[in-house]
């Protein structure tokens, strides 16, 4: 099983943590769309315009699980602290292309339970 699309998410999530929008933008494929339960299949611009830079609301981000379910399919479970408090987890199906991110669709998750 390949990696590279792996290797390709956990990038993104680390120019994300960052705020490096120009490694972001190189990650990111044309066509790209983006979906959550607040966002319904947006765009690249309105990706990087609305969602992108909110990474200062984020104390922690933890990568739980990051598989390549297929190739080209990666799953991601992780957790996060808000600095105004409150843990989360999410899940994400993202998919890869010739080594770009081509769609993100997001499931918001509850606080973790003890």
């Known amino acids: 099983m390949s990696t590279g699309g792996a290797d390709v998410v956990r990038r993104l999530f680390a120019a994300y943590l960052a705020q490096d929008e120009a490694a972001a933008r190189e990650l990111v494929g044309d066509g790209f769309r983006f979906t959550s339960p607040q966002d319904d299949h947006i765009d690249r611009a309105a990706y990087f315009e609305r ?64």
């Open 51 to 114: 969602c992108f830079p909110t990474a200062d609301r984020v104390a922690r981000q933890d990568l739980l699980q990051l598989v390549e379910a297929e190739p080209g399919l990666v799953l991601v479970r992780y957790e996060y602290e808000l600095r105004t408090g409150g843990t989360f987890r999410n899940m994400e199906a993202i998919t890869v292309r010739d080594g770009r991110v081509v769609e993100v669709q997001v499931y918001f998750g509850g606080p973790p339970q003890p």
